[in-house]
């Protein structure tokens, strides 16, 4: 079988023609679990056994599901369903008069709380002065204090965390027999009353109600669904809510489900998505049939032993044998710089202006401190003497799916919001979010992603008064001892 031109290798036609009631596909990084995915569908489609009515296909993002929809007609020739969960949520809804709220809703609704809705009630306006008794400002200064700022930023991770767990209000009121939190616990249910409000008053849900919505009227409603095949890709970033809508459609379809997705780069869980449902998924389907797809066509074998070994340091992810055909001296090069705006445009002037270079960093104003630079479309970049080399720019979280001929990585410190992000969490985020396992375990994944983003190098840019923490391992994992300089 052959997809976008590529034939299929025996890991990837495995899962696809035994067809298990149950498969959990666990791929690595660039080992073609898209082609697989595709092909799934087409041996499906091609063999009779569904209709493309028949089969539901999901994916995350809305770029994710339009690049599935093109790849299933150039290769399938029919239109499938591919739909993200809050779109299948909307489908399902479809005869219920609301709107959908904005987006940035709940960011607004704090932001109000904060500035003026807290006001009018002094115990609230008590907790908050005693919370940053140490500044002893205005309100109106506080407001615009950093330490605020964060705890506001706080607020809405746990809020997002709170809804992605399928919770309600009353849920919410047990968090006080904790007595630990009762101050921040105050604080969030005030600004949970508000935005239930703000909401009601315009009849709008968000996108978590959507789904929430969704579940509950197919439970109530039991109406006849067509899907004999329900596909997931991505499925690491699965969160309870989402993963609650597909038990109902999977108990009122008896559809086989085919699960995709790589533990490894599960780097969500500050919004919601939960690693344990993919890495415990044969306890909710018993009769699960695992495949792994474990040769990288994106990575060279030097590269992919090494980030392979860095990532499997936790030793509570799946264990896997990557490899690759593809072999490249040398893959991982480490920069130490004292200048950085320097050292960066001297590395670019260094490389092949013929191939595509992928600028990552942990945050989206990290690139700031290296270069001034000028936005164009598609995340791509023109940078001042660099004129005509093809440079893009994101962040590491918002790489993930993507590769590039060369990859350069900014920031590889130690610092409040370096490679491992020194910054921590509020306490009060203990009782909604999933613990670390391993020492910084989501932040090494994401370190891992950004590795595995190259198809022949990567360049990690450390500042040599300040290295990550993370460089020990790594050059323990290299033969590399050189440090790289320039003049």
């Known amino acids: ?119 009018g009630n002094k115990t609230l306006q008590n907790i908050i002065y005693h919370k940053f008794t140490l500044f002893k400002k205005p309100w109106s200064k506080l407001l615009k204090t950093k330490s605020l700022l964060n705890y506001q930023k706080t607020i809405l991770t746990f809020i997002n965390l709170f809804q992605n767990k399928d919770l309600s209000l009353q849920d919410f009121k047990n968090f006080f027999n904790t007595q630990k939190y009762i101050p921040d616990l105050c604080i969030i249910y005030a600004i949970l009353l508000l ?49 609650n809508l597909i038990q109902e459609i999977l108990h009122l379809t008896n559809a086989s489900l085919c699960v995709v997705g ?67 001296k040398n893959p991982l090069k480490l920069i130490y710089y004292t200048n950085p705006k320097k050292d960066l445009i001297n590395l670019i002037h260094t490389l092949d202006p013929t191939k595509e270079i992928l600028i990552l960093s ?14 164009k479309k598609n995340n791509y970049i023109t940078i001042p003497t660099l004129e005509n080399y093809s440079i893009r720019y994101l962040t ?29 969490d509020e306490h009060i985020l203990q009782l909604i979010q999933n613990q670390e396992t391993y020492p910084y375990d989501e932040e090494r994944r994401l370190f891992y992603v950004a590795l595995t983003r190259t198809k022949s190098r990567i360049y990690l840019l450390i500042p040599k008064k300040n290295p990550s923490i993370f460089l020990k391992e790594i050059k323990h994992l290299t033969a590399q001892k050189r440090r790289i300089k320039f003049p």
């Not at 067509?226 to 997931?232: E, G, L, Q, V, W």
């Not at 942990?362 to 936005?375: E, G, I, P």
Request: charged share 25%; aromatic share 12%; glycine share 4%.
């Open 195 to 243: 935005y239930e409000t703000e909401k009601q008053s315009t009849n709008s849900i968000d996108f978590d109600d959507m789904i929430k919505l969704a579940t509950q009227y197919l439970k109530e409603h039991k109406p006849s669904l067509p899907y004999k095949y329900i596909i997931i890709d991505e499925f690491q970033d699965t969160s309870l809510v989402r993963f």
């Open 396 to 424: 590491i979280h918002k790489s993930k799916g993507l590769e590039s001929d060369i990859v350069i990585l900014l920031n590889v410190s130690n610092d409040l919001y370096g490679i491992p992000c020194q910054r921590k």
């Open 262 to 328: 790589d533990d490894y780069q599960s780097i969500y869980r500050f919004s919601g998505c939960d690693n344990n449902l993919f890495l415990n998924f044969q306890n909710y389907f018993p009769n699960t049939t695992i495949y792994k797809l474990e040769k990288t066509y994106r990575n060279s074998e030097e590269l992919i032993t090494i980030a392979g070994k860095f990532i499997q340091k936790n030793p509570y992810q799946i264990k896997k044998n990557l490899k690759s055909d593809k072999h490249l």
């Open 1 to 119: 079988m052959k997809i976008n031109g590529y034939a299929l290798d025996k890991e990837q036609l495995k899962p696809i023609i035994e067809n298990k009631p149950y498969s959990l596909i666990i791929a690595g990084a660039g080992s073609g679990k898209t082609l697989t995915l595709i092909g799934k569908i087409k041996y499906l489609l091609d063999q009779g056994y569904a209709t493309n009515e028949e089969i539901l296909c999901l994916s995350f993002t809305n770029e994710t599901t339009q690049n599935l929809k093109a790849n299933i007609q150039k290769n399938c020739h029919t239109h499938c369903p591919v739909f993200t969960f809050h779109k299948l949520a909307l489908t399902i809804l479809k005869e219920k008069n609301f709107t959908i709220a904005s987006p940035t809703l709940l960011e607004e609704t704090i932001t109000e709380f904060f500035a003026s809705a807290c006001l």
């Open 362 to 375: 942990r945050t989206s104003y990290d690139l700031k401190n290296y270069t001034t630079y000028t936005q």
